[in-house]
């Protein structure tokens, strides 16, 4: 690092390192009994409050640090801060980042509103309450997670937290105010893990479809159901029951095998056009009562405890003649290697001395996706480019001169 060295005859040696410090612009007191908290704005744009106790509450436009509201970038609030007053940062619209420590236990009205410039914030476990308006026009913000003892949400807490995608509420809190997602038009799920549903207002959700899932857990299910304004809801989904996913129907012989994606659930239930079929242990299931030209579609659901997930997506297959199918099962006793799989892009396929007629890949819908070029199906090996395909799972169709051989595959 640069250093100037001046000489003075009369001082001796003095060394002056040219790094720029931080300067202190503006300070003062801000307890809630005065100095018991302290505060400090430098020349970074960081307030910095230390001392112990509760914050002082405010009205709009009368904290101590106001004058300079507008330029704060970060706050940053030491370990012995018991509470964040009425009005602490209202108007910070530069606000961009805050710590708070594992002391605070309530957030004050207006405490952060139109901090547009904040897009995340942790309050901790201690935080029992949110005050009204809190967070109202922080439109930004589209992460918070709250305190696993939060009891209660003042009114129109998050008013206008446009960008807010999805909100979990602990199982300690009781009562969520009125207005308080009025405008947060991109809340797209709910969950809720207290045992009774929360007291809630008639327009707490106002603006927001009743169709996005709202997360509960199993033995509550129903009592969410029936509660005031909750029964408003039509898309209740277990905390912990995933829908099942990638369902693939493929002909085997005479039969269709049904899989999809093991979520370590109890048991699932099959569902065949729109009948209950079976109740599986597995994530697998071979229908054999089917008939040749029907076409069948199948959907699964999860089941755990006393509770079962929604509707699988419906995938549906055709029921071919035995003929044609040469099985999974077979697979032994069949020449044909496909690698590497999963794949990123491209996929190859070797099939001995077994001719090729033709290939035809499939998606779990069962539609045919367009390859980029069709596969020279005259060599021992066979190079297929899938990059332009988006990550899922797929069926590998093949045509041979013995019948049709059916591959999954996974395109990452």
Same mark, same amino acid.
Request: net charge negative; proline share 3%; aromatic share 12%.
């Given at each position: 690092m640069r250093k100037i060295i001046l000489f003075f005859a009369f001082l001796g040696i003095i060394t002056i390192n040219d790094t720029k410090a931080q300067i202190i612009i503006a300070s003062g007191n801000c307890g809630a009994t005065g100095n018991n908290l302290t505060w400090e704005l430098d020349s970074d744009s960081v307030l910095t409050i230390t001392g112990s106790g509760k914050m002082g509450d405010y009205t709009d436009g009368t904290t101590p640090w106001y004058s300079n509201c507008f330029g704060i970038k970060t706050v940053i609030i030491g370990n012995s801060a018991t509470s964040i007053g009425n009005y602490a940062f209202s108007n910070c619209i530069a606000l961009a980042s805050i710590t708070l420590p594992n002391t605070i236990t309530s957030i004050g009205n207006n405490a952060f509103e139109n901090c547009i410039a904040l897009t995340s914030i942790t309050l901790s476990d201690p935080v029992t309450s949110i005050?009204?308006?809190?967070?109202?026009? @922080?439109?930004? #913000?589209?992460?918070?997670?709250?305190?696993?003892?939060?009891?209660?949400? =003042? *009114?129109?807490?998050?008013?206008? @937290?446009?960008?807010?995608?999805?909100?979990?509420?602990?199982?300690?809190? !009781?009562?969520?105010?009125?207005?308080?997602?009025?405008?947060?038009?991109?809340?797209?799920?709910?969950? @809720?893990?207290?045992?009774?549903?929360?007291?809630?207002?008639? *327009? !707490?959700?106002a603006n927001l479809s009743k169709s996005i899932p709202v997360y509960v857990y199993c033995a509550s299910v129903n009592t969410y159901k029936a509660a005031t304004y909750w029964s408003e809801?039509?898309?209740?989904?277990?905390?912990?029951?995933?829908?099942?996913?990638?369902? !693939?129907?493929?002909?085997?012989?005479?039969?269709?095998?049904?899989?999809?994606? +093991?979520? =370590?659930?109890?048991?699932?239930?099959?569902?065949?056009?729109?009948?209950? #079929?079976?109740?599986?242990?597995?994530?697998?299931?071979? +229908? *054999? +009562?089917? !008939?040749? =030209?029907?076409?069948? @579609?199948?959907?699964?659901?999860?089941l755990n405890d006393d509770c079962e997930s929604s509707l699988s997506e419906k995938v549906c297959q055709t029921v071919g003649t035995s003929t044609d199918i040469i099985s999974d099962i077979a697979e032994d006793n069949v020449s044909i290697t496909i690698y590497p799989n999963p794949t990123t892009g491209e996929l190859r396929i070797e099939n001995g001395e077994l001719k090729i007629n033709d290939i035809a890949i499939f998606d779990i819908m069962g539609r045919n996706v367009n390859l980029s070029t069709r596969p020279l199906v005259n060599s021992s090996t066979i190079t297929i480019d899938i990059s332009h395909l988006p990550a899922g799972i797929y069926l590998v169709q093949i045509k041979t001169e013995t019948g049709i051989i059916v591959k999954k595959i996974m395109k990452e």
């Open positions: 005050g009204i308006s809190a967070f109202q026009n @922080c439109s930004k #913000l589209n992460s918070i997670t709250l305190s696993n003892s939060l009891i209660s949400v =003042g *009114n129109s807490a998050f008013y206008g @937290c446009s960008v807010l995608s999805s909100i979990t509420f602990p199982n300690s809190v !009781t009562s969520i105010g009125a207005y308080v997602f009025w405008a947060c038009n991109n809340l797209g799920s709910i969950i @809720c893990k207290a045992a009774a549903p929360p007291a809630i207002q008639s *327009n !707490t959700f809801f039509t898309n209740y989904q277990i905390i912990g029951l995933s829908i099942p996913e990638e369902v !693939t129907v493929v002909q085997q012989n005479n039969a269709l095998a049904i899989s999809w994606k +093991d979520t =370590g659930m109890a048991s699932y239930n099959i569902y065949r056009n729109n009948v209950f #079929l079976a109740k599986v242990s597995t994530a697998t299931y071979l +229908d *054999n +009562d089917v !008939t040749h =030209g029907e076409e069948y @579609c199948y959907e699964i659901t999860a």
